[in-house]
């Protein structure tokens, strides 16, 4: 599907990029194959547009273990707060929320925000949320989620498999436990985990995030070892499973079937749409504004 997609003049890439591209390639159908935020993302910044999925029923842990009911009385809670939220969420805790960020740049807004004196929730991925707050030094709140990936690597596996391998870089999404990012050398998003993995003079490398994308830093750097990190200790069954369920719920046929079919289109409540699309742009402009060098002076928090 990776190979698919970039030969047919799509997109490989982290959520941001995906809503970027999303937003402004000329097509009037995007096929988004990934989880069902993604695709709400992508109708959310182009309700023109016809959104296709290869399955609707592709979750993410984090966006179902954020119900909007529950969290919006978690903000109301706190009135003070902005409210930030990661963009493995639904459409309707986007639209409850004053910014969308992806861990492409949460650091830089949450490191914004906090110049501004403001003191935030966070919602819903606590790790991620940690993380933000110790490097920041940010007043936040977190919401108690988690990625069913992420969640799983273990700091003292990955320690004893860093002693094994020496030579190795550990690469480390901050959606995982604390005690597995103080080990990694590069912390970050899907997009600079594989940017380091190809630029990077080290040639052994050991990868703590989604395993799917191993294929495309293999790809790219033929040369190099790419070493999946533990997710069991020992007597586990698998060591490493590093695979979301339902991003493995994409495939070809899939895709085939809502190309042909129009069928598994994502639908969206225009006044819904609308309410969620001002967090996320708010992100995207900020991201430009970052791409630029510039220094973030567009609009604040709503």
């Known amino acids: 599907i990776q190979d698919l997609a970039l030969e047919t003049g799509g997109c490989v890439g982290d959520s941001l990029e995906m809503a970027r591209f999303g937003a402004e390639h000329e097509a009037g159908t995007l096929v988004v194959a990934g989880v069902r935020f993604m695709g709400e993302s992508a109708k959310i910044l182009c309700p023109e547009k016809t959104v296709l999925m290869p399955d609707l029923e592709a979750e993410c842990s984090l966006d179902l273990g954020c119900p909007e009911e529950a969290f919006s009385a978690f903000c109301d809670q706190h009135p003070d707060r902005t409210v930030v939220v990661y963009a493995n969420t639904s459409a309707a805790v986007k639209a409850r929320a004053d910014w969308v960020v992806t861990s492409s740049v949460a650091l830089e807004i949450v490191s914004y925000l906090k110049s501004r004196g403001e003191k935030l929730i966070w919602g819903p991925d606590r790790h991620l949320g940690d993380y933000i707050r110790r490097e920041t030094g940010a007043d936040m709140l977190l919401w108690q989620g988690s990625c069913i990936v992420h969640n799983e690597f273990k700091g003292q596996e990955l320690a004893a498999l860093k002693a094994e391998h020496p030579d190795a870089v550990v690469l480390v999404h901050p959606e ?23 630029s990077r003079p080290e040639k052994k490398f050991i990868v703590a995030t989604d395993l799917g994308i191993l294929h495309e830093m293999q790809k790219q750097a033929p040369d190099k070892e790419f070493i999946a990190a533990p997710t069991a200790g020992n007597g586990g069954s698998c060591k490493s499973c590093a ?50 060098g510039n220094v973030f002076n567009g609009m604040g928090p709503a």
């Open 176 to 198: 995982s436990p604390q005690s597995v990012i103080e080990l990694g050398d590069v912390v970050g998003s899907t997009s600079k985990l594989l940017k380091a993995a190809v």
């Open 243 to 292: 695979f979301c369920p339902w991003m493995a719920m994409n495939s070809l046929d899939g895709i085939k079937y809502a190309l042909t079919s129009g069928r598994n289109e994502i639908l969206l409540d225009r006044k819904l749409g609308k309410a969620a699309k001002l967090p996320l742009q708010r992100m995207l402009d900020f991201a430009a504004g970052l791409k630029r």
